[in-house]
């Protein structure tokens, strides 16, 4: 018989370190979305997921990162590092409108539609999506440093900001 007086803990995926993660595995319980932590448009798109992915499936770390780097160097990725969201699914990358595509399969709903965005070649996905990531800091700005999490949500968080300087 549980004692009623323990609260039942999570799972120790919340506990982790970045020190501690193999993002890779992770990638294969948890879809990682990958994002410029300095982008406002890429912040906001971070918020707008997290409000509609209910059931927490999503785990996420800023561009910048260390852990995001490893894990983009661990899937052999050869885009440019920070010109893209990356969704990193089963230890492979997806990037640019590939990744918003499939990260609204996840999401569930009307987001699902997102998959007929298959339909158009990739090359003419892409160069809508280059056309706003382009002019994404001059439309809608930058900041001085990476999105903090709050505490609802910074277990989904595998990373900080950029390494610090030592």
Request: proline content about 5%.
């Amino acid at each position: 018989m549980a004692d009623s007086s323990t609260p039942e803990t999570e799972s120790d995926e919340s506990t982790l370190t970045e020190e501690s993660i193999d993002p890779v595995a992770l990638s294969y319980q948890h879809p990682i979305l990958l994002f410029d932590g300095v982008c406002n448009l890429c912040n906001n798109s971070i918020q707008f997921v997290i409000e509609r992915d209910s059931d927490a499936t999503f785990r996420f770390a800023p561009l910048q990162s260390p852990l995001a780097q490893e894990l983009l160097d661990e899937c052999e990725y050869t885009g440019d590092r920070f010109d893209s969201v990356v969704l990193v699914e089963n230890g492979t990358c997806y990037s640019k409108s590939d990744a918003v595509i499939r990260a609204g399969r996840y999401l569930g709903g009307l987001y699902r539609l997102l998959t007929l965005g298959r339909v158009f070649p990739r090359w003419l996905r892409n160069r809508v999506y280059d056309f706003v990531a382009n002019r994404r800091y001059g439309w809608f700005g930058k900041r001085e440093s990476c999105m903090m999490p709050t505490p609802d949500i910074e277990e989904r968080f595998l990373a900080g900001g950029p390494a610090k300087s030592e």
